[in-house]
Structure formats: structure tokens, C-alpha cells
Nanobody, 122 residues
Framework: QVQLVESGGGLVQAGGSLKLSCAAS????????LGWFRQAPAKEREFVAV????????YYADSVKGRFTISRDNAKNTVYLQMNSLKPEDTAVYYC???????????????WGQGTQVTVSS
């Protein structure tokens, strides 16, 4: 089992920044990548970014490319999502998830955190 705990959400004005953290524990060696997803009210959960634990390779959704940066600290078993130039449409609950492969679809991720709310005011 892998446990994931997100933190760092909050309320920010448009144009501002937030940094989310996802601390992983348990059998993290069984996972290959950790991703961030988000879900706005009445919308489906969508992919945001993913990073490989071992290689550091990253991949982003077009909607956040150039504004968000995903990174990892293997020593701390923690993955971060630095979010800059935030827009009201970035408002959502943000989830981190762990996968055994370098993946982008929700059904490819086996373990999920509880989510952290990000609200961007206009």
C-alpha cells in the first residue's frame, strides 16, 4: 500500500502562485511515477502533470504548460506542484496519485490522496 497526503492548497488571487506538496509513504518503491490531477465542481477529474521518481521526466497538460512545474525530492518521498500565473479556471480540488507506469489517465493510477482545495479569485 502507498499513502499520499497533499498539502499547500488555499485561496489566491488571479496571477498569484501556490505550491502544492504530496508526501508519499508505504511501499513507494512499487510505484514509478506520481501525478497531479484536478477536479472542478460538476466536471470530470483531469490530468495536470506527472513526474517519474527515477528519471525526473515530466509531462504536462496543455492547459498548465509554462505555468506549472512538477518536481520531486526522492530523499523526502515528496512531489511538488509549483503553480504560477494562476487563473480562476484553475480552481479545483487537486489530487496526487501514484502509478506503476509513466501515465496520464486516471485509471492508470492506483493510489490517490484525499485532495487539497485550490481557489483562485478574479
Amino acid at each position: 500500500q502507498v499513502q499520499l497526503v497533499e498539502s499547500g492548497g488555499g485561496l489566491v488571487q488571479a496571477g498569484g502562485s501556490l505550491k502544492l506538496s504530496c508526501a508519499a509513504s508505504g511501499r513507494t518503491s512499487s510505484t514509478y511515477a506520481l501525478g497531479w490531477f484536478r477536479q472542478a465542481p460538476a466536471k470530470e477529474r483531469e490530468f495536470v502533470a506527472v513526474v517519474s521518481w527515477s528519471t525526473g521526466s515530466t509531462y504536462y497538460a496543455d492547459s498548465v504548460k509554462g505555468r506549472f512545474t512538477i518536481s520531486r525530492d526522492n530523499a523526502k518521498n515528496t512531489v511538488y506542484l509549483q503553480m504560477n500565473s494562476l487563473k480562476p479556471e484553475d480552481t479545483a480540488v487537486y489530487y496526487c496519485a501514484a502509478s506503476r507506469t509513466f501515465a496520464v489517465y486516471t485509471n492508470q493510477f492506483e493510489y490517490w490522496g484525499q485532495g487539497t482545495q485550490v481557489t483562485v479569485s478574479s
